[in-house]
Structures are given as structure tokens and as C-alpha cells.
């Protein structure tokens, strides 16, 4: 693998010069992202006035997520992924400029928003498997949890940027503007593509059909007892812990009555947090205990969502959600680590395919399930009792997988 200069060798995988590609051209185009995100919640709970819908946004975004990841990682395990990201990349550009000519021309509905997210979740279904694979094709073994680390930060450190930009420009400008830039931040991960040399996808022919190669990955997952008791905790996680996201405008607007910049400044402390946790596990993360720190990050996630929910003030919360960022990455991060390196590489595609459900897709069911929590529970202001119950089941969770865990980092003498 070709090597580009790096300061300092805490950050290795930056050495090779595919990835540090990658690696820039996805945290320009996670700005973007970021700033769409911000941008559709706003307009539809301006539309509706209700946290419901928010939870629909999710909905329509998890429907793909969660049915179409295991397809994706057969695709990815099958085909060049670099040229697998080159259509779904391109698909999502030309979706968000359609967003942006709707909203611009104030022909945009509640219907269009929803079904632009389900359609761009789509697209990722098959996106996320591809470059979580790929990561492993760009960086020797040594290095994939400090590239792992460095992949995480692409998407926590645009959470730091993307949603401040997003609360200056919202007022002035409307959503139109957030969605335009993102259309045009997927161009640089599409001259990040172009510009790779000598990339192996190192998957496997296979020619079984679909349905097989599909049962082939989830036998494996059944009868590695570790890889499913990864996967079921970071399930659990998704659906009872980072589904909080979606309440965030209700806790900016009607909560501490913050409006759109209160908003963008919970996000950006949400992805400071993050940024700060996936570059310390890069720079920091190379010990054995990560069974321990599993244990100790999903534990303070949960105690500090309890809090960040009970929060008087949007000051205090702030500083509750960096926190809870820095736990939230730092514990999702180990776990693709383990699958990574536990996974062969011919299915290595299929089990970060429902890693990927985990992490995306769930999350945004789950936030289905607050918003009608938070609606059952007294309309906008029920949104603190909701978060506080899902915390709560998430910290017994983690709880629950302590002896697994704790095992893997302790095992019992031969």
C-alpha cells in the first residue's frame, strides 16, 4: 500500500494513502449529511408540530436500514467496492439536489421528506457494508482499530461542524441551502474514489445464489455465540439508547425554548463528544481490556442520558451530551473493532452488513418508538420521560452482557 506522511504514529492508518482518501472525503461529505439531517427534522416538525412525525422521519429511514443491509454485504462481498460506492454515492448526491429544488421552489411535503430519506437509507444499506468492508482492504491488520477510530471520527467530527453550520445558515437561508451543500459535499468522496490505486477487495466470488449467500452469513453469526452477543448489544443499544436523537429538536424548541440554534449546538456538543472519544481510542485504544471499557462506556452512556433528560438547563445538557458522545463512540467503535477482526474475510461483508442494521438502521426504529412514547407521555413535553426509559433499559443491558464481556478479557485457563 502506497504511504502518505504522518505526524504522529498514534494516527498510523493515516500512512496509507487510500485511506487517508477515504478518509477526507467522507468527513466533507458527513458535513453535509449532518447539515440535511438538521435541515429535514426542522422543516417537518414545522410542518406538523409534532414528535410523532419526527419519529415517522425515522421510520422511513429505518425501514431500509433494517431489511436491506444483509443484501448490501452480499453485494459488497461480491463485487469491486469501490465501484459499489461509486453508484450509491452518486444516487445520493442527485437525491439531495432534488430535495433542494422542492424546498426552494416551496413545492416540499412531509410525503416528499419521508420518502427522500427511505430512498437515500437505501442507498446506504449497500454504501455502509461496502466502505465498513473496505477499510479492511486499505490498512494492515496492526492498524484497523486505529482506522476504525479514524472512521468513526468522519462521521462524529462532521456531527461537530455540520450541525453549527447548519443553525447559522437555517434562519437566513432556510433548508434548501443545507440540503444543496450536502448534494454538493458527495463530490468529494467521489474524487476521493477516483483517485485510489491498486485496491484488492479481498471477499469471495461465490457463486451461490442470493438466498444462500444471505443464510451463509447469518449461520455464521448463530453459531459464533461472541459475534452474536456483539451484534445483540449493539441492537440494543441502537434501539434504547441513541434513539434520544430524535427528540433533540423538541428539547431545543419547546424544552429550554432554544429554537434552531439550540438545536445545531446539542448536535454539535453530541459530535464534539464523539470526536473526542473515536480520536482517543485511535491515539489511546491499542489495550487489551476493551471488554472492560465496553462495560464502562455503555454504562456511562446510560447514566448520562438519565441525566442529560432531567437537565434544567440547555447549558447543562450540553455538557451532559459531549459527554454522552465521548461513551456513545468510544463503545460502538470496540464492538466493529471485534467483529472485524473475528470475522472471515469472505463474510466479512455480511456481518458488518448487520452491524451496519445495529448502528443505523435500529436507532431510527427506535425512534419511532420514543416519539410515540414521548406523544403517549404528554405530547412535546413528554420527550424527557421518554429518554429516561430508554435509558434505563439500555444501562440494564449493558448489565446483562457485563459476564460475556468481562470473560473475553479474563479467559478461563486451558
Same mark, same amino acid.
Given at each position: 500500500?502506497? %504511504?502518505? &506522511? ?13 485511506? %487517508? /482518501?477515504?478518509? #477526507?472525503? #467522507? ?48 453485494? !459488497? ?43 437515500? *437509507? ?26 476504525? @477510530? ?15 453550520? %447548519? ?46 449467500? #444471505? ?12 459475534? /452474536?452477543?456483539?451484534?445483540? /448489544? ?14 433533540? &429538536? ?15 449546538? /446539542? ?85 458488518? @452488513?448487520?452491524?451496519?442494521? !445495529? ?23 413528554? %420527550? ?12 440494564? *443491558? ?17
Amino acid at each position: 500500500m502506497d %504511504a502518505v &506522511p504522518v505526524t504522529s504514529a498514534r494516527f498510523s492508518a493515516l500512512r496509507n494513502r487510500n485511506f %487517508a /482518501l477515504l478518509w #477526507v472525503g #467522507v468527513i466533507v461529505s458527513n458535513i453535509g449529511i449532518w447539515m440535511q439531517n438538521v435541515g429535514q427534522s426542522w422543516l417537518v416538525l414545522q410542518l406538523t408540530d409534532s414528535p410523532l412525525w419526527l419519529g415517522l422521519l425515522g421510520l422511513s429511514f429505518a425501514i431500509p436500514m433494517v431489511t436491506l443491509p444483509l443484501i448490501g454485504g452480499v453485494v !459488497t462481498d461480491r463485487v469491486p467496492r469501490v465501484r459499489l460506492l461509486f453508484v450509491t454515492q452518486t444516487g445520493q448526491m442527485l437525491l439531495a439536489f432534488g430535495l433542494t429544488i422542492s424546498t426552494y421552489l416551496g413545492a416540499v411535503t412531509v410525503g416528499q421528506i419521508l420518502l427522500v430519506s427511505f430512498l437515500w *437509507a437505501t442507498m446506504l444499506a449497500f454504501d455502509n457494508p461496502a466502505r465498513q468492508a473496505l477499510i479492511y482492504d486499505l490498512v494492515p491488520k496492526e492498524d484497523l482499530l486505529n482506522a476504525l @477510530s479514524l472512521n468513526a471520527a468522519t462521521y462524529t467530527g462532521a456531527a461537530l461542524v455540520g450541525p453549527a453550520l %447548519a443553525g447559522v445558515l437555517l434562519v437566513p437561508f432556510g433548508p434548501a441551502m443545507l440540503f444543496f451543500l450536502n448534494a454538493v459535499t458527495y463530490l468529494a468522496v467521489i474524487f476521493a474514489l477516483a483517485a485510489m490505486r491498486g485496491v484488492v477487495s479481498r471477499g469471495s466470488a461465490m457463486p451461490t445464489s442470493l438466498g444462500r449467500a #444471505v443464510g451463509a452469513g447469518l449461520a455464521y453469526v448463530w453459531r459464533t455465540r461472541y459475534v /452474536l452477543g456483539l451484534l445483540t /448489544l449493539s441492537a440494543l443499544v441502537a434501539v434504547f439508547g441513541r434513539s434520544y436523537q430524535s427528540l433533540l &429538536p423538541v428539547f431545543a424548541r419547546d424544552i429550554w425554548e432554544a429554537g434552531p440554534g439550540g438545536y445545531g449546538l /446539542l448536535l454539535s456538543s453530541a459530535g464534539g463528544g464523539a470526536l473526542v472519544g473515536a480520536f482517543g481510542l485511535a491515539a489511546f485504544g491499542r489495550g487489551r481490556r476493551q471488554g472492560a471499557l465496553m462495560i464502562i462506556t455503555g454504562l456511562l452512556f446510560s447514566g448520562l442520558l438519565i441525566l442529560f433528560a432531567l437537565s434544567p438547563a440547555l447549558s447543562l445538557g450540553v455538557v451532559l451530551l459531549f459527554l454522552a458522545g465521548v461513551a456513545a463512540t468510544v463503545f460502538t467503535t470496540l464492538i466493529s473493532t471485534q467483529l472485524q477482526l473475528t470475522s472471515p474475510h469472505e463474510l466479512r461483508g455480511r456481518v458488518m @452488513s448487520l452491524y451496519a442494521i !445495529t448502528l443505523i438502521g435500529l436507532p431510527s426504529l427506535g425512534a419511532l418508538a420514543v416519539g410515540a412514547l414521548a406523544e403517549q407521555l404528554g405530547g412535546l413535553q413528554g %420527550a424527557p420521560e421518554a429518554v429516561i426509559i430508554g435509558a434505563v433499559v439500555l444501562g440494564i *443491558a449493558v448489565l446483562a452482557a457485563t459476564p460475556t464481556l468481562w470473560r473475553r478479557d479474563h479467559p478461563s485457563p486451558r
